[in-house]
Nanobody, 124 residues
Framework: QVQLVESGGGLVQAGGSLRLSCAGS????????MGWFRQAPGKEREFVAA????????YYANSVKGRFTISRDNAKNTVYLQMNNLKPEDTAVYCC?????????????????WGQGTQVTVSS
C-alpha cells in the first residue's frame, strides 16, 4: 500500500509559477512510476505528466509540454511538478498517483494509488 500527500497548490497570477510536491510512504516508493493528473470543475480528470521509477523517462500532456517539469527524489520519497508560465486553463485540482513497475502510464486507470489533491487556481 502506498499513501500519497500533495502540497504546494495555491492562487497565482497568469504567467506565474508553482511547484507541487507529492510525498509518498513506503519503502518501495522508488520502484513506482509516478504521475500527476488534474481535474477542473465540470471536466474529466486528465493526465498531466508521469515519470519512471528511476526518473529516466518522463511523459507530458501536449497542453503542458515546455511549461511543466516532473521530477522525483527517491531518497525523499517525493515527486515534484514544477509549473511555469501558468495559464487560467491550468486551474484544477492536481492529484498525484502511483503504480508499481516502470511502465510509462498516462491514463488514470493504470494507477491504483491516489492522493487527495491540491487546488491550483490561476487568475487572469
Amino acid at each position: 500500500q502506498v499513501q500519497l500527500v500533495e502540497s504546494g497548490g495555491g492562487l497565482v497570477q497568469a504567467g506565474g509559477s508553482l511547484r507541487l510536491s507529492c510525498a509518498g510512504s513506503g519503502r518501495t516508493f522508488s520502484s513506482y512510476t509516478m504521475g500527476w493528473f488534474r481535474q477542473a470543475p465540470g471536466k474529466e480528470r486528465e493526465f498531466v505528466a508521469a515519470i519512471s521509477w528511476r526518473g529516466g523517462r518522463t511523459y507530458y500532456a501536449n497542453s503542458v509540454k515546455g511549461r511543466f517539469t516532473i521530477s522525483r527524489d527517491n531518497a525523499k520519497n517525493t515527486v515534484y511538478l514544477q509549473m511555469n508560465n501558468l495559464k487560467p486553463e491550468d486551474t484544477a485540482v492536481y492529484c498525484c498517483a502511483s503504480r508499481s513497475g516502470d511502465k510509462g502510464a498516462t491514463t488514470q486507470y493504470e494507477y491504483p494509488y491516489w492522493g487527495q489533491g491540491t487546488q491550483v487556481t490561476v487568475s487572469s
